[in-house]
């Protein structure tokens, strides 16, 4: 595969193609279940949503490694995340049937939008090709998934989603946040809702051994300087590993920033633990006229 094609500075393996064999469905794996996602805090009968959800697993190279060789919490972390969603939404009154996970990776998130939801509309986009490729060809055809690229540019009609989500998304995205944000709040209908997770102030403070982000930061030649500072030393700090491609980066926002800029652009309604505690949310609001 050629690599250094032009799309390759602001997509992924545009020209690549998927190989890759798949694992079976989430009901063949319930015996690696060891409770670190614990299904008793989520709202939905855990056989239910197995006999919803018949589609295999990606492997964990197609899966951007989440969760190591655990294929049944890679499963339900999706139904986890999803619920915190729902649970927020129901109590603001939101109905969602539309949904856009950007960075949707192999649908990790956006398989259990169309399975265990009423969601009408699902669809997600990343700049990787090869995850557009896997969700084509083993998600259901409900699903709508396109490849986008970091040029904050989205092929959809303005005022056409309920509920935008990037999962891991802004923690890499190094430049244009505020041109991301701007596009969210044209393809958001009003009082849609942006739910977006990000490494803020808290991150910084509690990031530990044992965390996926400590190995990096303390890999990367510019945290050196910054190890032990209690506080962001800027309102965005980015660690980048190569300057000529997307996605090679890992970005902190001070929580300040991002109440300030990002909630000039759409309302902002608050920023909390996402699950796992590792990232918070930032929820935002398109305002109603
Ligand atoms: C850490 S992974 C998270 C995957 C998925 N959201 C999840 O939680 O399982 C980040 C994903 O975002 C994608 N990505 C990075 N920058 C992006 C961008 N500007 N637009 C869309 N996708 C992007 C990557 O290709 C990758 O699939």
Redesign the pocket.
């Known amino acids: 595969m050629q690599t250094d094609v032009w799309e390759n500075f602001i997509s992924?393996n545009s020209t690549g193609d998927l190989k890759s064999e798949v694992l079976g469905p989430a009901r063949d794996y319930v015996s690696q279940r060891d409770g670190s996602v614990d299904w008793n805090e989520i709202e939905l009968p855990l056989d239910l949503a197995m006999n919803r959800d018949v589609s295999p697993i990606p492997i964990e190279a197609d899966?951007?490694l989440?969760y190591g060789p655990n294929h049944f919490n890679y499963w339900a972390s999706?139904v986890r995340?999803l619920m915190q969603i729902l649970e927020w939404a129901r109590g603001q009154g939101i109905k969602l049937e539309s949904s856009l996970?950007?960075?949707?990776?192999s649908g990790?998130?956006m398989r259990h939008m169309h399975y265990q939801t009423n969601i009408k509309q699902v669809m997600g986009?990343?700049?990787?090709r090869l995850?557009v490729d896997w969700v084509a060809r083993h998600l259901p055809p409900e699903i709508t998934v396109f490849q986008?690229?970091?040029i904050p540019s989205l092929p959809l009609p303005s005022e056409s989603v309920d509920l935008v989500t990037?999962?891991?998304?802004f923690?890499?995205?190094e430049s244009f946040d505020t041109t991301w944000l701007m596009e969210l709040r044209r393809i958001l209908k009003p009082g849609g809702i942006a739910w977006l997770t990000v490494h803020g102030e808290r991150t910084w403070r509690e990031v530990a051994p044992g965390w996926p982000l400590y190995q990096a930061l303390h890999a990367h030649p510019d945290f050196a300087a910054m190890r032990g500072l209690p506080q962001l030393p800027s309102d965005r700090v980015i660690f980048r590993w190569r300057a000529d491609r997307?996605?090679s980066a890992n970005i902190f926002y001070r929580d300040a920033y991002i109440e300030k800029c990002w909630g000039r652009i759409l309302e902002f309604k608050g920023m909390f633990p996402a699950l796992p505690h590792f990232q918070d949310v930032v929820v935002l609001q398109k305002p109603n006229p």
Do not use: Q, W
């Open positions: 992924l899966r951007e989440y999706g995340d996970d950007i960075g949707c990776a990790r998130v986009c990343d700049i990787n995850h986008n690229s970091s990037a999962f891991s998304v923690t890499h995205i997307s996605y």
